[in-house]
């Protein structure tokens, strides 16, 4: 078998080395009491007219800034590179709404045109089907729940009924005067002009001030960590800003084919559904199905057939697929931070708290806050519940699954990481510290026997279901490797890897040595060393209690290991160690501390095996195999110093007595 495993060598990706090391459990996230909460609430709800003009002008503001910036460098002064940045940006938009009014204005004029059409689909559906389509029968139902409101309504008739009078002919004339006229025009605009205008001049004096600004912002946030909160607002510019660009971008690319697609099918306004599809992709999730059934809606009036609706549907169908699968991912991915399910909850919440603008601004925002979560500690709450990065190491994910006795998605786990990783790697980093995160709960008291049986059978149903990956293993190091895949021997990233070595011919009894847990443990161990090609027995802890010692067939073993997560065991250990040797002499025993820490002292582990007479002593899965795979010949037995005592007494004995 082809001894070329390396320990933490290439694999098919390397980005998951930081999420597979095991790190220092996270301190415990403090969240904000419920009056806090309730404030904060009311004070964005009820300042709404304050605050949304503030919201919408910052994040302006972050999508502007790298403009602003890319002007200064051409040379261009600040104040001029402010107000062209603004002025342009504002244009922009106000190009954009006179279009869709323009296009709206036109679409209502010919509304009347599409009526026929409209009458003959829904004739159509009234004649499908059997005594009466869908809609007639739902048409009668709703007659008859009218008449039947209707018939309960209608008070009791009088006992002398009056002759109705005739209705009188009235002619409102209208005498509004010229300035009422304008003043009914203007109004409603005076509010949304207003507020544009303050978000226009906000923004311009954040581009202008926007150091100051920081500034002021880190003294009165972060002056006693400077470097955390530059960090933060780094951060915070760089992904709503890249998020805001980006987005664009995607809705463009999105929109111009669908405005094409519709002008070739024949869909009226065009233009206008298009510009409609941009814009209305900036609203999570729903905005593509709003600009999507507008078209849909046209398409039934334009056409007598049903051919037009389905081309139009398709269009829609096969663009939202070529985005949200090619051109998102390639162009920011789930940069933004979010996870799926926080992107929908802040839509709901913004749009609850702002109406429709706060729909459009719901994923920036959030994405604000929970950079704020990621930096500042006493926000940290956002970004665990709304972060899109796992909020516990996959050591304690697994041990979580362990705990519950869901074996399965435990195996669902362990088979995501070894798409990427080797089986050896992913015990060492990953199962090995779940298994001792339980010893450590075991040690205090607040794990049972029932839940540690429970853990130590689930871990062996996930290690039973991972036979068919370690077999893949074996497979894939049996084989030949490629001319291009062979290993660059100067490569300087591969200099400090061990190779684990070759297992043919040799045969090696895997046991914990104190408990279920460690047998967990020993069965992990065992299957990595069947991959290398070992001959490979397992014993439980049971069997290795001094009346059942005797018991186990040794004859064919070249090497026992046995394995402990509890590190205070040594006495065990040695305990364990004399009785294999004696049981055969020429048996090699080693012990293996589990332990989490990346590199243990070589020569302290030298040490102890010398104290307890093993033939190595090990603390990681690597060095565990390594050593119960090396040809070096077992350590004999020494005799322990009371006894040699004795013997050395007994000598003397007989000397002086054949002397006399």
Known sequence: MAANRRNGMASPAHGLEDILSPAAPHPRTSLPNVATIVTTVAALYFGREVFLPIAIALLLTFALAPLVSALKRAGIPRIAAVIVSVLGAFAALALFSFIVATQVSELAQNIPVYQANILTKVRSLKETGVGGGIIARLSKVVERVGQEIDRQETPPPAATPEKPREPVPVEIVSRERPLEVLQNIVGPLISPLGSAGLIIVVVIFMLLEREDLRDRFIRLVGYGDLHRTTEALQDAGKRVGRYLLMQL??????????????????????????LLALGLRFVPYIGPAIGMLLPLFLALAVAPGWSLVLWTAALFVVMELITGNVVEPWLYGSRTGLSSLAIIVAAIFWTWLWGPLGLVLSTPLTVCLVVLGRHVPQFEFLDV????????????????RLLAGDPDEATDHAEEMLEEKYLVEFYDKVAIPALLLGEQDRARGVMGDQQRRQVAESALVMVANLDDSAHEEAEEEDAPP?????????????????ELPDGTDLSVLCTGGRGELDDAAAAMLAQVLEVQGTTVSKAGFADMEPANIRRLELE??????VGFLNRDSIKHARFLVRRLKRAKAALRVGIVFWSQAANEDKEEAEK???????DFVAHGMVDAVVGALSNEPPIALKLVAK??????????????????
Do not use: C
């Open 249 to 274: 971008v995607v809705n463009i690319v999105y929109a111009v084919p669908i405005a094409a697609g519709l002008w070739v099918l024949g869909i009226p306004n065009a233009l206008l559904w298009g």
């Open 643 to 660: 006894r040699r005592m004795r013997r050395q007494r007994a000598t003397s004995r007989k000397a002086s007595a054949a002397s006399t």
């Open 385 to 400: 519940l709304f972060g899109n990065e796992p909020v516990l190491e996959p050591h304690a994910r697994l041990y979580q």
């Open 482 to 498: 490629a001319a291009e895949e062979e290993p660059d021997d100067k490569d300087p990233s591969r200099e400090d890897e061990t």
């Open 556 to 561: 064919t073993i070249d090497t026992v290991v």
């Open 608 to 614: 102890l095996a010398r104290d307890i007479n093993a």
